[in-house]
C-alpha cells in the first residue's frame, strides 16, 4: 500500500510538471472529465466548418457500474482549428469539470458494455461495437432513437447483429476501408469476416423517429423489443490463432486481406482469396500477449504490433516468410508497461502513436531511428503526451483535422473516479522540418526586434 501512494506521489508530480508545459507543447487541449470509464473513444464525420473550429462527431462508452445502463455515446465536439487557441486559455481547465468542448449529442442504451467500437469508412454513421458476447452489434447512430439512460430502461435495438463466434469476443474488431465487410476476433481463437453490403443500404429508415430532447425514451422500449434485429451470418470463418484473438486489422488496398494479433504472441497474415488457414503465421511475434495491431494507409508494407512485454514492433509483411521465418525491422522501447493501442498517423506515412498501461501516448517517426539527437531518447521517439493519469485503452488519429488525437484513460484504479477524455494536437514546431521552423522562429525574432521601443 505504501508503494502505491508512493507511485502515485510520483504520477501527481509528473502531471504537475506536464501541465506547466501545455503552452509550450500544444497548439490546442481540451480535457473532459468522464462520469464512468470509457473504454473506447473514435472520430465521427466532420459536420460543420467555421472560421475558428470546426464541428465533429465524436463516440464514447460509458462503462457503468450497473446502477445506471451501459451506454453508447454519440457526442459534438468543437474542434479548434490550429493557431487559433491562446497559450493562457489552453493551459486553463479543471480536471474535476467536463469540457465545454465537449457536449453529448444522443445516448443509446447499450446491451452491456462497450468494448469497442469501430465505424465504417464507407458510411461514418454506421458504427460496430463489440460487448462481452459472440455477437457484433451494427448501430446506424443517426436513426437511433435518443434515449435516456435510467435503471430498468429497456436496451435499445441493433440495426443488425452479426453472428459466427461460438464464444464471447470483446476487443478484435475492425472494419475495411475497400469495402462494407466487417471484421472480428474472440475467444474461440478464431477470425470471423461478415459482409454487410447487403444490409446497410436498408438501415436508417423513418420508422425509427428520433425522440424529442428530453424525452424519456419509454415509448421505443416496447417497440425495441417487439422487432428483432436482423441477423448475419459470416463469409467466412478463419482458425490458426492457439488463444484469445486481440486485434484484427484489414489491408487498406484490399478488402480480402488482413490480420490478426492474439494471446498466443503470434501475428497472422490471412488472404481470403486462397481459404480459411493463414497465409503467414509469424509465431513469437513477441515476448508476451499480442494486445494490438494497425496496417499502414500509406504503405501497405508495414504492419505495427502492440505487446505486454511493453514494445512496439514494426514488421515488413515482404519479409514475412512461410512457417513463422521473418523479424521486425524494428523493436521500438519507450513504454513502462503493456502496449494497448497503436495506430498509424494518417498525415505522415512514418508516424505513429502508441498507448500504454503506464498513462503515456507516444508518437513516433520510424525514419527517425538512428538519427535521435538525445542518447536518453528512445530511437523514433519525438513526442510524449503525459496527460492522463492512468491506463490510456484508446486513441484515435483525427483524420478530418491533421495531427488531432483523442484519448480516453480509465482512472478508476489511481483516483476511484471514471475516465478522462482529452483531445490534444501538438505544436507544429515539434514535427515540421527543422529549417522551416528555425526561418519562421528568426522571422519572429527580426519581428520581435522591430517593436522593441529604441532607446
Known sequence: MKERGGSRAAVDERYAQWKSLIPVLYDW??????????????????????????????????????????????????VVKPRVAAAEHISQF????????VKKY????????????????????????????PDVLI????AQPNRHAVLGATDSRPDLILRGHQENAEFALAMCPAEPYVLSGGKDKSVVWWSIQDHISGLGDSSKSETPPGASGSKHSKTATEKDSPKVDPRGVFHGHDSTVEDVQFCPSSAQEFCSVGDDACLILWDARTGTSPAVKVEKAHGGDVHCVDWNPHDVNYILTGSADNSVRMWDRRNLGPGGAGSSIHKFEGHKAAV???QWSPDKASVFGSSAEDGFLNVWDHEKVGKKKNPNSPGGLFFQHAGHRDKIVDFHWNSSDPWTIVSVSDDGESTGGGGTLQIWRMSDLIYRPEDEV??????????????????
Open 438 to 455: 528555425l526561418s519562421e522562429l528568426e522571422t519572429f525574432k527580426s519581428h520581435l526586434a522591430s517593436c522593441t521601443p529604441r532607446a
Open 340 to 342: 494497448l493501442c497503436v
Open 106 to 133: 444522443k445516448t443509446i442504451i447499450h446491451p452491456g458494455e462497450v468494448n469497442r467500437i469501430r465505424e465504417l469508412p464507407q458510411n461514418s454513421r454506421i458504427i460496430a461495437t463489440h460487448t462481452d458476447s
Open 29 to 78: 487541449f481540451a480535457n473532459h472529465n468522464l462520469v464512468w470509464p470509457s473504454l473506447s473513444c473514435r472520430w465521427g464525420p466532420q459536420f460543420e466548418q467555421a472560421t475558428y473550429k470546426n464541428r465533429q462527431r465524436l463516440y464514447l462508452s460509458e462503462q457503468t457500474d450497473g446502477s445506471v445502463p451501459n451506454t453508447l455515446v454519440i457526442a459534438n465536439c468543437e
Open 139 to 142: 448501430w446506424d447512430v443517426e
Open 94 to 101: 479543471n480536471e474535476e469539470a467536463r469540457s465545454p468542448f
